[in-house]
C-alpha cells in the first residue's frame, strides 16, 4: 500500500476530489477519499491478487473470489472477498473499461459476469458483513452510486492521461500511468 504522504497518493486524492466535486457534484469526504485510495491501493499490481484461495494462491477472477466468499466459514472472511470484488470491478470499469472483455474472455470464469452488476451486489454485501461498522455506510454508498464512481474514475484517468501527455512533452518527462 503506498502511504498517505506519498506523492502518488497526494496526486490520486488531488485529481479524485477536484473530479468528484467540480464535475460530478459529490462533495462526500468518505466516498471520494475511499475511491482515491482505492486508486493508490491497486497501484501495486500485487495487490489485485489480494484474496487468496486456501491453498495462498492469489485469486484474479471475480467469479473465484466469489467462490471463495461463499466457502468462507465465518463473515468476516465472506465480507474481504466481497469489498475485494467491488473494489476491483469497480477499478477496472472505471480506469479500464476497454480491457473488461479481455479480463471477462472465453477462457476466463469470469466470463459471463456483469463486473458492474456483481460490484453493487458486491459492495452491498459487504457493507453488511463489514468487520468495521465504521465501513458499512460508505461500502453502501458505493453500492448505490457504483455506476457514478465508475464515471468518475473515468474523468479520473482522462486526467492522469493528460498529465501523463504533458509530461511527455517536457525533455525530463516521466510516465506515470501505463
Known amino acids: 500500500m ?11 486524492r488531488g485529481l479524485t476530489e477536484s473530479t468528484f466535486l467540480t464535475e460530478l457534484g459529490v462533495g462526500d469526504p468518505s466516498l471520494v477519499g475511499y475511491v482515491s485510495n482505492l486508486l ?12 487468496r484461495d486456501k491453498q495462498g494462491r492469489p ?16 463473515e468476516e472472511r465472506r465480507g474481504e472477498c466481497h469489498r475485494h470484488v467491488g473494489d476491483f470491478t469497480l477499478f477496472w470499469t472505471g ?7 479481455r479480463l471477462a474472455g472465453a477462457d476466463s ?13 458486491s459492495y452491498y454485501l459487504a457493507s453488511t458483513l463489514s468487520a468495521r461498522c465504521d465501513d458499512r455506510p460508505v461500502l453502501r454508498r458505493l453500492s448505490e452510486h457504483f455506476e ?19 509530461g511527455a512533452s517536457q525533455p525530463t518527462g516521466r510516465t506515470i500511468w501505463a
Not at 502511504?3 to 496526486?11: G, V, Y
Not at 493508490?40 to 499490481?45: K, M, R, V
Not at 470464469?109 to 451486489?121: H, M, N, P, S
Request: charged content about 30%.
Open 59 to 74: 485469486l484474479f477472477e471475480v467469479a473465484r473470489i466469489l467462490a471463495e466468499a461463499e466457502s468462507a466459514e465465518d
Open 109 to 121: 470464469a469470469d466470463g459471463l459476469l456483469d463486473y458492474q452488476r456483481q460490484g453493487k451486489r
Open 148 to 166: 457514478l464512481c465508475a464515471f468518475g474514475l473515468a474523468r479520473v484517468r482522462e486526467e492522469l492521461d493528460k498529465l501523463e501527455a504533458e
Open 95 to 101: 480506469l479500464y473499461p476497454d480491457a473488461l472483455k
Open 2 to 12: 503506498i502511504s498517505e504522504s506519498h506523492p502518488l497518493h497526494r496526486m490520486f
Open 40 to 51: 493508490a491501493s491497486f497501484t501495486p499490481t500485487q495487490a489485485m491478487g489480494r484474496i
